[in-house]
């Protein structure tokens, strides 16, 4: 893993919370971080699971479609009868 020019390292990974203003509030291992929007690219939406990439925050796609379906499935579990 490479350190980029805000000290956090290539191939960490989070889950966009939300967006406020100038920041992605990004939850990195259990813990959330606000992170300038200049670093996110410009896809990244709410729910995302992304990892960083050469600086720059990018959607981990095969991770957010795993994702989604495991809390789709969770949702359905829930509200069967």
């Given at each position: 893993m490479r350190i980029s020019h805000e000290g956090e390292m290539d191939g960490m990974k989070?889950?966009?919370d939300r967006f406020?203003?100038?920041f992605v509030v990004i939850e990195i291992e259990g813990q959330t971080q606000d992170i300038e929007k200049?670093?996110?690219h410009e896809s990244v939406k709410a729910g995302d699971c992304?990892?960083?990439v050469e600086g720059i925050?990018?959607?981990?796609?095969a991770e957010t479609t795993d994702r989604s379906a495991k809390v789709k499935?969770?949702?359905?579990e829930l509200w069967e009868d």
């Open positions: 989070g889950i966009v406020e203003g100038e200049s670093v996110v992304v990892v960083l925050w990018e959607t981990d796609e499935g969770l949702m359905e």
